[in-house]
């Protein structure tokens, strides 16, 4: 394993612009949404079961067993969307990706509560979902990711909705995935488009494994097309070396990677694609992969700043994860403004340190940020199986911008084993027992 730079391009100017416009020294005293009292059963909401709310829920229960913690989360079941590149491609079943929330909080303690958060009356500390009102003493945020087709649609809802059920993204866990699925089963040839979004989008190595995948069932089943990458970026955002090796060794017949490739039009019915330099590519199929943004819900609950990618992020004090104006209401995951990884490892851990926050709010003692780690495994290719990975820890730097700490990378799929080990089923493994079982 090598230490690199991996981030040289597009990554490391996100991570230093992300946060710099959020940022807040932690001293700075926030005005609070309603006054603390002493608490000897904190009631404590987490609103969305994902990665970051699930860690948030089991850990907090650790940290305050005495708490009344209920997960608020409208999907009566959990289905991951870390892993489910290897579910598309028939590498492990819809079993492996499932489980239920209701496991969930018996083994760990806590309630599971299926609505979904409508609205909140912050200055009476209430929250308001389809299924009636709850009263808190903690909010915690981890309502994970939305669309953002603006760029591309130009508002025009009509291409908006055709974009996202002709030809979904599926980086948001449910009916989507299943989509594309069948989209890859039936796939008989012709140029089939990945998109990659600029600015800090979710699961940064996805849509090139993905694209590896796809290419790898059109050499493997001898179907004459190609993947066709257009990326808004002016390189691979992670795994640079890996990826850009394997694009031009494994699948130089099948893949066709284009950077710095921004979408002026898309034309459905002609199903042409036009850049900002009137280059025109012709699709038989595709999986158009928006820019995202921080979900409506925060946004009109005032709880969202804009960025300098037109998006809406969490407006979170990054040193303390409490939303700006709130002293009892915290935000987890890929909600965040700060420049981390915004992936199923990076968001984990970070629901289990924000969970440390709020315990130690609760014991009335000193917020201490911790870094998240992002620990990252892609699959290159099915027949071998081969995987490339990385783990990357993170700082801030003097004005509160986004920095670095570590980065750790294995990209030489020729030799690695982590593949050979089935190393990304593993880790993910491991995780879902803990989200879950244990």
């Given at each position: 394993m090598e230490r690199r730079d991996l981030f040289k391009h597009t990554l490391l100017s996100l991570l230093s612009f992300s946060?710099?416009?959020?940022?807040?020294?932690?001293?700075?005293?926030?005005?609070?949404?309603?006054?603390?009292?002493?608490?000897?059963?904190?009631?404590?909401?987490?609103?969305?079961?994902?990665?970051?709310?699930l860690s948030f829920a089991k850990h907090i229960k650790k940290y305050v067993p005495h708490a009344n913690v209920t997960l608020v989360e409208k999907r009566e079941m959990f289905f991951s969307c870390p892993v489910s590149n290897a579910w598309m491609f028939d590498m492990v079943d819809m079993e492996f990706l499932t489980h239920s929330y209701i496991?969930?909080?018996?083994n760990h303690n806590y309630q599971?509560?299926?609505?979904?958060?409508?609205?909140?009356?912050?200055?009476?500390?209430?929250?308001?979902?389809?299924?009636?009102?709850?009263?808190?003493?903690?909010?915690?945020?981890?309502?994970?990711?939305?669309?953002?087709?603006?760029?591309?649609?130009?508002?025009?809802?009509a291409l908006e909705q055709r974009l996202k059920n002709e030809y979904p993204a599926a980086f948001i866990a449910g009916s989507e995935h299943i989509t594309l699925k069948h989209k890859i089963k039936n796939y008989k040839g012709g140029n089939f488009i990945i998109t990659v979004p600029s600015g800090n989008y979710r699961c940064l190595p996805a849509p090139y494994e993905r694209a590896c995948l796809l290419a790898d069932h059109i050499k493997q089943n001898n179907i004459k097309g190609k993947v066709i990458i257009l990326d808004a970026n002016n390189t691979v955002t992670i795994k640079e070396e890996g990826f850009l090796s394997v694009f031009k060794e494994l699948y130089k017949d099948e893949l066709v990677y284009k950077s710095s490739f921004n979408i002026e039009k898309i034309d459905l019915d002609k199903k042409i694609?036009?850049?900002?330099?009137?280059?025109?590519?012709?699709?038989?199929?595709?999986?158009?992969?928006?820019?995202?943004?921080?979900?409506?819900?925060?946004?009109?609950?005032?709880?969202?700043?804009?960025?300098?990618?037109?998006?809406?992020?969490?407006?979170?004090?990054?040193?303390?994860?409490?939303?700006?104006?709130?002293?009892n209401i915290f935000g987890c995951g890929d909600i965040r403004p700060m420049g981390?990884?915004?992936?199923?490892?990076?968001?984990?851990?970070?629901?289990?340190?924000?969970?440390?926050?709020?315990?130690?709010?609760?014991?009335?003692?000193?917020?201490?940020?911790?870094?998240?780690?992002?620990?990252?495994i892609s699959i290159v290719s099915k027949k071998p199986h081969r995987e490339i990975s990385l783990v990357s820890e993170y700082k801030y730097g003097p004005k509160g911008e986004t920095d670095f700490a570590s980065t750790i990378t294995d990209e030489d799929w020729k030799n690695s084993t982590l593949g050979k080990s089935n190393a990304q089923f593993s880790w993910a493994k491991s995780m879902y027992n803990g989200m879950f079982y244990s």
């Open positions: 946060t710099l416009s959020f940022a807040e020294s932690s001293d700075k005293k926030e005005k609070s949404s309603s006054p603390k009292k002493n608490i000897s059963e904190p009631r404590i909401l987490v609103v969305g079961g994902g990665w970051s709310g496991d969930a909080a018996n599971y509560f299926q609505a979904e958060a409508t609205g909140l009356d912050a200055k009476k500390n209430i929250l308001e979902t389809t299924k009636g009102n709850l009263e808190y003493d903690y909010l915690i945020f981890a309502t994970g990711i939305e669309y953002d087709y603006s760029k591309w649609t130009k508002g025009d809802k694609v036009m850049d900002d330099f009137d280059e025109e590519i012709h699709f038989e199929d595709a999986s158009f992969y928006p820019s995202v943004q921080a979900p409506k819900l925060l946004e009109t609950l005032g709880l969202t700043v804009k960025t300098v990618y037109n998006r809406a992020e969490a407006n979170l004090d990054v040193y303390t994860n409490r939303f700006k104006g709130h002293d981390f990884s915004k992936s199923g490892n990076t968001a984990h851990t970070e629901g289990a340190n924000v969970a440390k926050m709020v315990a130690d709010d609760i014991a009335k003692k000193k917020i201490k940020w911790i870094s998240p780690v992002t620990f990252c």
